[in-house]
């Protein structure tokens, strides 16, 4: 348990910059998935039971799930982070200004008020939230600076696997190979935080020439592709190859997601190659660039050096199910509405990636999609023929339409197997025995 000294929020009047070691350790030995008591109805798609992204076709977890795990698992109630932090030498009255002393008696009293509770979800609650606007400006920003010193607060490795552990086959494929490498690394040094396992010179070192590597053999399959052009053409594409090594090569670029911004370098290159066959090839090439959404190495290099807290959620948070709107809703004059016949579950990794791009377009990149979404769709129908979704049954025919419309009928679901009669029958039986 340590008070993470790698992206944690420095309070400058709090002069001790100490890692924070406590003699003991807790442990639970038993350790169990977060989960609600079962529903009779459900009215909302990301609720329903193994529920499966419609693009990638994973099995996705609630974000109230991700939510209720980290808090209650994760974070350190706001009572036990405050005693750690104070013994670690923080909050020493002598060296703390006014303003300071009154934001730590609030968080202190109400800490005590709420034992058990984690910060965020004390200051969440609405008497709460307004008295904290009792204060001045500065006590305020005193209050939230002592919240996230409190969020920084974290357990070693080898409690953060067995917390983690049962949610590991849900974890997409990237963040499980994380997941896995931590997993043997804590069985080595138990002690050891996620943040020091994953920053360790080796691991960080191998990691970033594996991804290195990964970068330079999707520009050398581009430059290949590039080649068949027309010699202006192939000049072009080379520019920008050449500008995209240079952006991938600067250590401290401020340009916050380099693939992203190398990926629309690319699609506004095919405004300047109108017609050419090529660059389509050339896209989904510069779509195989790692990430740290799909890409084990890439997830170890932009997150390997944060507050163990935030990896834990990193690791979990890619696979939360989303409502996709497959008509987009800020799309330039074609909003898409904010209704169910125009929503589909995707995980927020999908749901990230598609951002405003047609189903048309987006499946050359997600070839499986029509499967998926197929699959996601017989899910959603066995929930309306047993009873349990309600509200929903127009939905089927719904989305075909949506989705078919969106994809350029490249995307053409079945919903044969929807039974209205069974999912009313059912749904009375349910409401028979309520």
């Known amino acids: 348990m340590k008070i993470n000294a790698i ?46 992204c419609a693009c990638c076709g994973c099995e996705t977890i609630q974000n109230t799930t991700i939510d209720k795990l980290l808090h209650s698992k994760i974070y350190y109630p706001a009572d036990e982070a405050l005693s750690i932090l104070k013994k670690a030498g923080y909050f020493k009255r002598k060296e703390m200004s006014y303003t300071e002393q009154q934001a730590y008696n609030f968080c202190y009293t109400y800490s005590k008020l709420y034992e058990h509770e984690y910060i965020k979800d004390i200051f969440d609650k609405e008497h709460v939230k307004n008295l904290i606007k009792t204060f001045d400006k500065q006590t305020q920003n005193d209050i939230r600076k002592i919240e996230l010193m409190t969020s920084s607060v974290y357990h070693n490795s080898k409690y953060m696997v067995e917390v983690l552990r049962p949610y590991k086959n849900i974890m997409h494929s990237a963040q499980k190979e994380v997941f896995e490498l931590l997993e043997k690394e804590s069985k080595k040094t138990p002690e050891k935080t996620f943040t020091e396992i994953l920053s360790s010179p080796s691991i960080r070192k191998n990691n970033l020439y594996k991804l290195e590597k990964k970068q330079e053999m999707v520009f050398a399959e581009v430059e290949k592709i590039a080649s068949k052009m027309d010699p202006k053409s192939y000049k072009i594409v080379l520019r920008r190859i050449r500008k995209a090594k240079i952006i991938f090569d600067k250590p401290n670029s401020e340009i916050q997601n380099k693939r992203t911004y190398v990926i629309d370098m690319f699609k506004k290159l095919e405004e300047q190659l109108p017609d050419n066959p090529l660059m389509l090839q050339i896209l989904s090439k510069i779509y195989e660039l790692p990430s740290s959404k799909n890409d084990a190495n890439s ?18 948070r890619d696979s939360a199910a989303t409502i996709e709107h497959v008509k987009p809703k800020n799309r330039k004059n074609d909003n898409g509405e904010n209704k169910i016949s125009n929503y589909v579950v995707f995980c927020n990794s999908c749901n990230s990636e598609r951002s405003q791009m047609p189903y048309s377009e987006f499946i050359k990149f997600h070839p499986d999609m029509p499967e998926n979404s197929q699959k996601y769709l017989d899910i959603v129908i066995e929930n309306i ?45 349910k409401k028979a025995h309520s």
Not at 26 to 47: A, G, H, P
Not at 302 to 315: D, M, S, W
Not at 390 to 417: C, M, R, V, W
Request: aromatic residues 10%; charged residues 25%; glycine residues 2%.
């Open 7 to 52: 992206n944690s929020y420095t309070i400058n009047s709090y002069k001790t910059q100490k890692t924070i070691q406590p003699n003991k350790v807790l442990y639970t030995n038993n350790i169990d998935t977060v989960c609600f008591k079962s529903k009779k109805y459900i009215t909302d798609l990301r609720q329903i039971p193994n529920i499966t």
């Open 385 to 429: 023929n047993n009873g349990t979704l309600e509200g929903f049954d127009k939905y089927p025919h719904q989305i075909q339409k949506a989705i078919e419309d969106e994809s350029d009928s490249k995307i053409i679901l079945n919903f044969k197997t929807l039974n209205i009669l069974d999912a009313i029958k059912n749904r009375t039986s």
């Open 299 to 316: 997830f170890i290099i932009k997150y390997g050096t944060n507050n163990p807290n935030v990896i834990a959620e990193r690791l979990l």
